[in-house]
């Protein structure tokens, strides 16, 4: 048994606020550990620590040989073969034994690597990872550029495997994939035994605590806050009892109101001290934003508001993109719009959003149907958040709190979009999206770069508001707790 060992480990870059503070941690290189956080906690960044590239406060021990996935490939016109080779030490069949579990056909090898698609090109670098047996694998967001069959194809590889800590955001691959969760929160970093599902659940629970404790806290700040005020009032009742009219013993009313002021004062500065102490409780709790959002889709004047009738979206190649479809959309409806990579989703997506998309077939949206469209793509926002809100015509305070219920950072509001991450960007994205007031939303890939706690809250927020959406997304969770209906594209 091989240990990592992390002992008060603490760490932040130049000019920003601590990631990490004394942190101590013992990871067993036999397990298969799955790492979960907020964007912007730290995830890759603790993979870095480990590999050495980053320097901290405290230790990390690490007697093991380590391997980082995804691999930098300088010259992507090479055949795939040789770029292995570059990469690990290995028998041609052992390449092609894991190719074979991961479902791809080992004629990539002799292909150059630009020619392969994405999925394609993360398949096989994955299968060059697990060429390194003797190595602990830190495998970062494996599932970008995969469909749902690729991802599927990708959890039942991982679930043969052990050895490695798997950062990703589909709450099913961590299910399928992994015995331990380490999971990097607000104020800690929590190891647990189990899958995202066990984390999960012990989330709700102490979340659900925490939500009766904080009320608690909030009912004896209260009383504590008038039994203050009405010891107050009682000494300054006592205080003026000395300027009474008529014959009195100043001296007695005096001393007695003296002794009754100074003990008011002493229990007044204990139940001061009370409260500061519960607020301190009640703002250290890592509960996320419960208050109620006040997102309001607007209903269209019909039950009825789309109509497809063998539509197919068609290039200049002449080469349909994906067999006829044909559905309607009603008020209400989520529909899930399926398919393998390049079948055509966005297309049609865009086709419905009013784009200019080549098409044959029949499409009837409304004129006067109001629509927000979420490309898959947000790396184009820039500028500041001001502008940003004036341009779109939304309410700042709603994308203030529905960004705020995903964990955006408060001091990222000032600086410019362009120095966003991609997480931070899609989450602007989304919550400018909800805030408009439209009949439908098309969403493409709406949960691309999200966080999985923040995957949680929007599937939450959907199903409690019910807006009218057509979407397309590889989540599979996402996909079965969301959509009331699926269209399957088929080439």
Not at 80 to 96: G, S
Not at 230 to 246: D, I, L, M, R, V
Request: hydrophobic fraction near 35%; aromatic fraction near 8%.
């Amino acid at each position: 048994m091989t240990i990592i060992n992390i002992v008060d480990m603490s760490f932040a870059y130049d000019g920003g606020n601590p990631l990490f503070s004394n942190v101590s941690l013992q990871i067993d290189t036999r397990w298969k550990l799955g790492l979960i956080g907020r964007n912007g906690r730290g995830k890759t960044t603790l993979l870095r620590l480990l590999l050495g590239d980053l320097v901290c406060n405290g230790k990390i021990n690490v007697p093991i040989p380590l391997e980082y996935f995804p691999y930098i490939v300088q010259d992507k016109t090479l055949p795939t073969y040789e770029i292995a080779t570059q990469i690990a030490d290995f028998e041609t069949w052992q390449l092609e034994r894991e190719l074979s579990l991961l479902e791809i056909s080992d004629d990539v090898l002799m292909r150059s690597f630009e020619t392969l698609s994405g999925g394609e090109q993360t398949k096989v670098m994955l299968a060059i990872l697990f060429l390194n047996n003797n190595n602990f694998l830190l495998i970062d967001e494996p599932t970008n550029h995969l469909d749902l069959e690729g991802r599927n194809v990708v959890g039942n590889y991982l679930c043969q495997k052990n050895g490695f800590i798997l950062v990703s955001h589909d709450s099913t691959l961590l299910d399928e994939s992994v015995d331990h969760i380490l999971s990097i929160n607000r104020n800690n970093i929590e190891l647990i035994q189990g899958n995202f599902s066990t984390w999960q659940c012990n989330q709700n629970y102490r979340e659900r605590f925490e939500n009766a404790e904080n009320n608690r806290l909030k009912k004896d700040v209260r009383r504590l806050q008038e039994a203050t005020q009405q010891s107050t009032e009682w000494s300054n009742k006592a205080e003026k009892e000395k300027f009474g009219h008529g014959p009195v013993d100043r001296g007695f009313i005096g001393s007695k109101a003296a002794k009754i002021m100074k003990h008011a004062k002493s229990v007044e500065n204990r139940k001061q001290k009370a409260i500061e102490q519960k607020q301190e409780l009640f703002r250290n709790k890592n509960t996320e934003i419960a208050e109620k959002l006040s997102i309001a889709p607007i209903r269209f004047h019909s039950k009825r508001i789309i109509d497809l009738e063998n539509v197919f979206v068609q290039y200049n190649d002449g080469v349909p993109l994906f067999n006829g479809v044909t559905f309607s959309v009603e008020v209400g409806d989520r529909i899930a719009v399926c398919g393998r990579n390049g079948c055509g989703k966005s297309s049609l997506l865009k086709l419905i959003a009013g784009q200019n998309i080549p098409y044959q077939g029949y499409c009837r949206v409304p004129k006067n149907l109001k629509i927000s469209y979420l490309p898959q793509d947000a790396s184009f926002l820039q500028g500041n958040m001001k502008d940003f809100i004036f341009e779109r015509q939304i309410d700042e305070s709603l994308l203030r709190a529905i960004l705020h219920k995903l964990g955006f950072p408060k001091n990222d509001y000032e600086n410019d979009m362009s120095g966003f991450s991609a997480g931070q960007k899609k989450k602007v994205s989304l919550a400018a999206s909800l805030c408009e007031q439209v009949h439908l939303y098309l969403w493409d890939e709406p949960l691309n770069y999200i966080d999985i706690i923040s995957r949680t809250q929007i599937t939450n927020l959907l199903i409690e508001y019910q807006p009218t959406l057509i979407f397309a997304e590889h989540d599979k969770m996402f996909l079965e707790t969301v959509a009331t209906k699926k269209i399957n594209l088929l080439i």
